[in-house]
């Protein structure tokens, strides 16, 4: 029965009449649920019970009751009864609004807040049999929401988001993290890779295929006996090929994944390969700190059990005594007695086999040691791989087998079979030169020839290495006291090639610096040293001469011949060379030769050849510029002052104030006023003074 105060008021007959005389029109009820709003809920109910029932069809009708009725449960417990009353509003709203999406995720939210499970899943599956495609995203949402909510079945969610993918396959990725999060690492996996193997794929949250990758070698390796099925070894290997900046990462990864496997020995050769293939020192340091760390918890563990073997040993012993002792008195018991003696003598027997041993501490020790001891030389070869032709890093390599000349002696073979010399960062020679001393430190002066003569065939960079290698290769000799050796070497280091050699490598288009050798400065220089100390006068002065002839002499080459036939007394032919060295050389080069010249020629013959020597200054200051000229003047005065005449003396002073650079003439003032004063009296230089202030006047006025 329903109370009398919910009846229509008086105020109410004007909206009454109104529906009465057109029951279905909205804007009526409308108007009259508006007029309506302040009154008690109950009574409102009435009135939007009815109008739905006059307009089922109408959904404002509807969506305002069903929101009143919300309100009317918010703060309410779920069990309330007034929220099975709204759930049944729903249910006949539905009947005509089953299209309207809105009704329905009001609906589904309710449910949701009630932990309906069964009801809620169905109903969210009616409203996705209800609405068109266009509008599932709108309920699909939710319904992840509700199936990732604590206390809903794994396998309930697991169904939803599979349907959900074959909805929209681009979040994938969800569906992965709600994979992890649920535990389920097989199906996880397997997803994850698909979604690697797929080219097509785009990640809707950024990420990159390398970020996945590390994700799918993570869940593969730190779930490793929970996963089957896929091929973790060529997984993880395809991402060390592909990305090179997580090598490190991904070799640990691997081993890790024979580690939880317990494929111990897997993991080692995994640890090795890694160390043996990376390029760079950060990922080798990764792996070999976790190479470490694993060898150092295999010893801890195994360090563990012996321990608590030990004590369970000792028990064991006791009972046993006890028990022997009353087995005796069955036959039963006598037999067990002989089968205890039986696995007594067969432990007793394998206890000397290594393999049998279950105390391996000191092997694992030793490997231990073993890997920390390696660490310098694994280094080593990471740089190498690196730049196989880094020089530096080869001596450094060789340093670290110090104790060792055979691993030296196969570090400097392989070193020299590596390095390419016109791609060597350093000097390629210095490797076949250290290779030979080390033959020749261990007294192997034989191979130590042998070594420096595959060198000296070597097409290095430039001449000035296999000038070198020569250099070096005459050094032993002369160490070993082999001194027609070394001069027979610089015989064949300096030799022109035959013009059938020429011939055939002009025809290569490649000329090789052996070809090169016979105008190299450096073996020069070494072979004329070698001569002026082991051989002749005219062995030495052959040399000089070809170095000459050769146009690649320096002006202090010029000087020590001339230097070498003033020892033997032969002054003229010094004199000569002198000359040839100055028609060869221009300034500021030839400077040194004027100078030597002319004071050896002044020290030889004084004032005998006065003439001669007043030529050799005349042309020595003629081409001389003029930062260069001062000395050359200054010895020329000397001379005329020693051995010519006075007024000789003061022209050439004269002459030099005026080829002199400003800041020197002050100087040369000097000493010509000086000279001038000394020689001719006071009065003499006024006549230097007179032209001196008069320039000067000029320059001040001006």
């Known amino acids: 029965m329903i109370s009398e105060e919910l009846y229509p008021g008086e105020e109410d007959l004007v909206y009454e009449e109104e529906i009465l005389r057109n029951a279905f029109t909205l804007k009526l009820w409308w108007r009259y649920l508006v007029a309506r709003r302040d009154a008690p809920f109950e009574k409102k109910a009435i009135l939007y019970e009815r109008a739905v029932k006059a307009l089922p069809g109408s959904y404002k009708l509807w969506y305002a009751y069903l929101r009143e009725k919300m309100d009317l449960v918010r703060g309410l417990p779920i069990t309330h009864w007034r929220y099975e009353n709204l759930n049944n509003t729903f249910e006949r709203a539905l009947v005509t609004m089953h299209r309207m999406p809105r009704i329905w995720i009001m609906y589904l939210q309710v449910l949701t807040e009630q932990k309906l499970l069964t009801r809620t899943r169905r109903t969210f599956d009616r409203a996705l049999c209800s609405l068109p495609v266009t509008q599932h995203d709108r309920i699909w949402e939710p319904y992840l929401q509700f199936v990732s909510q604590k206390g809903v079945p794994v396998e ?116 090795e390969e890694g160390m043996t293939t990376v390029i760079t020192v950060r990922d080798f340091s990764i792996i070999f700190d976790a190479y470490a760390q694993f060898e ?49 003598l067969a432990k007793n027997f394998l206890s000397g086999f290594w393999l049998n041993d279950e105390n391996d501490i000191d092997l694992r020790l030793a490997r231990l040691e073993h890997l920390m001891n390696r660490r310098p030389e694994l280094v080593s070869s990471v740089l190498l791989r690196q730049n196989p032709h880094n020089v530096h890093e080869w001596h450094k390599r060789v340093r670290l087998f110090k104790d060792n000349p055979a691993r030296q002696i196969l570090t400097y073979t392989e070193a020299v079979k590596t390095v390419d010399p016109f791609k060597a960062a350093g000097k390629p020679h210095t490797l ?68 059938e050699i ?20 450096k073996i020069w220089t070494f072979y004329v040293d070698l001569e002026e100390s ?75 050849k006065l003439e001669r020597a007043r030529d050799l200054f005349e042309q020595a200051v003629e081409k001389a510029p003029a930062e260069d000229v001062k000395l050359l003047y200054l010895q020329y005065a000397k001379l005329e002052e020693d051995y010519g005449l006075a007024r000789h003396a003061m022209k050439v002073y004269d002459r030099a104030t005026k080829a002199v650079p400003d800041h020197e003439k002050m100087e040369i003032y000097d000493l010509y006023i000086a000279r001038a004063a000394e020689n001719f009296g006071v009065p003499k230089t006024r006549e230097i003074y007179e032209p001196l202030n008069q320039g000067f006047q000029i320059n001040m006025s001006k």
């Open 432 to 499: 076949w030169v250290s290779f030979a001393r080390l033959y020749e430190n261990h007294k192997d002066v034989a191979n130590a020839r042998v070594i420096f003569e595959k060198a000296v065939q070597v097409n290095y960079k430039t001449v000035d290495d296999l000038a070198s290698v020569w250099c070096e290769w005459a050094e032993m000799e002369l160490r070993q006291k082999n001194f027609k050796g070394a001069l027979e070497l610089m015989r064949r280091a300096t030799a022109e090639p035959s013009v």
């Open 296 to 344: 150092e918890s295999m010893l801890a563990a195994k360090m563990e059990t012996l321990d608590v073997s030990d004590d369970d040993g000792e028990e064991e012993n006791e009972q046993r005594l006890q028990n022997g002792v009353m087995l005796k008195e069955t036959k039963e018991d006598q037999k067990d007695v002989q089968k205890i003696s039986v696995d007594k």
């Open 156 to 271: 309930t969610s697991l169904r939803v988001y599979r349907r959900y993918l074959m909805f929209d396959p681009t979040h994938i990725e969800d569906f992965i993290e709600f994979l992890v999060n649920s535990e389920l690492w097989q199906e996880a996996a397997e997803r994850l890779a698909g979604v690697l193997n797929d080219s097509n794929f785009y990640s809707i949250k950024g990420k990159t295929k390398h970020q996945l990758w590390l994700e799918l070698c993570d869940l593969l390796t730190k779930h490793a006996n929970e996963v089957s099925g896929l091929k973790v070894d060529a997984i993880i290997r395809g991402g060390i090929r592909k990305f090179t900046d997580e090598v490190g990462r991904l070799w640990t990864s691997l081993a890790d994944y024979y580690i939880r496997r317990g494929l111990f020995e897997k993991a080692r050769d995994i640890y």
């Open 534 to 608: 082991l051989g002749t006068l005219e062995s030495a002065r052959g040399v000089y001469e070809r170095i000459l002839d050769l146009k690649i002499a320096t002006p202090q080459i010029v000087i020590n011949y001339a230097h070498l036939l003033e020892e033997n007394k032969y002054f003229e032919d010094a004199f000569k060379v002198y000359e040839r060295g100055v028609k060869v050389f221009k300034y500021p080069h030839v400077k040194d030769i004027w100078v030597t010249y002319l004071s050896k020629f002044v020290n030889r013959y004084k004032g005998s």
């Open 502 to 521: 020429k011939r055939r490598v002009a025809a290569d288009q490649n000329e090789p610096v052996q070809m090169k050798l016979h105008k190299s400065l």
